[in-house]
């Protein structure tokens, strides 16, 4: 019997003498002062040997609290855009180009199911557009608009759902048509904190260009340049009625702040500096882990400091 549980005893033994724990974390940091002025080095002192350190400055879009943000409310919800127009007349091209929005489509990018007067409303009085210029990198702002202000227009936004926009081309034969260039489309909220947060942009936004009838143009969009264009075409190009036309956009939607990681397993970090160009009271956070297969072990550290101008 006696020799029975020696066994079981010696099993125990060897498993707590192999058993693997996440190493235990020894970290801390400081500064050399609390207070600085705008442009100063902050030199941040890290001590310890964690696996995983990263650091959030506090600035906006960076702040450790918002890491899983991915929803804010507001009651300013703006959009602006950039627009270069060039070539055709007033008189023999008007109306080239409208802004449109709608949360009726039904997004199938056909002209069968873009209904126009049914599910569209026209929001492009709101915005100022680009007269013809002499250069292609002459834009016109179109100023910045809250979307949840446009009712007057027919607009009215739920924001539990999704919107998109169109911008509408329309071009006669018989005379040179326009050629439209628009960039920063730029779709952005204000928390109920004050800070401005991205919803969208140009490139984010996505656009598929619709035909109509036997439209030649083509709405086209180029990643490198994040410029949207159409060419109508010259006096003896057909009518063009084309549209382009966002993704559905949730204007509620946020990116979640993002922190930059100093180190990892392989690296050591004893200093980090940072630069602030804005005066106001920051507060830095340090979020620190060692983590592998058998577990984690997290802390997370906060240095307030105050930036003067």
Known sequence: ???????????????????????????????????????????????????????????????????????????????????????????????????????????????????????????????????????????????????????????????????????????NTGSTQRTWRLTKFDINLTAPDGQVLPVTNIGGAGWTSVKFGASPANWTFTAGTSLLTIAGGNATALNNQVWAVTNPINLVNVVPDKGTPLKNMTTRVDQYNFIYNQPGTYKVTFDVFNINVYGESRTVKDIDLIINP
Do not use: H
């Open 1 to 171: 019997m006696k020799k029975i549980l020696i066994v079981p005893i010696l099993l125990m033994l060897f498993v707590a003498c192999n058993k693997k724990e996440v190493p235990e974390l020894d970290f801390s940091v400081s500064t050399e002062r609390s207070s600085y002025r705008v442009g100063d080095t902050v030199r941040f002192l890290l001590s310890g040997n964690p696996d995983q350190v990263v650091f959030y400055s506090g600035l906006a879009g960076s702040k450790y609290i918002y890491k899983d943000r991915t929803k804010a409310e507001s009651d300013n919800i703006t959009l602006e855009f950039n627009s270069n127009r060039r070539f055709g007349a007033d008189a023999q091209q008007p109306l080239s180009i409208r802004l449109l929005a709608s949360q009726k489509f039904n997004g199938s990018y056909l002209e069968a199911d873009i209904n126009e007067s049914a599910d569209w409303v026209d929001i492009t009085s709101a915005f100022t557009f680009s007269g013809n210029q002499a250069s292609q990198d002459t834009y016109v702002n179109s100023g910045v608009v809250n979307l949840l202000s446009l009712t007057s227009l027919g607009l009215t936004i739920d924001k539990t759902k999704p919107i998109y926009f169109a911008f509408k081309f329309v071009g």
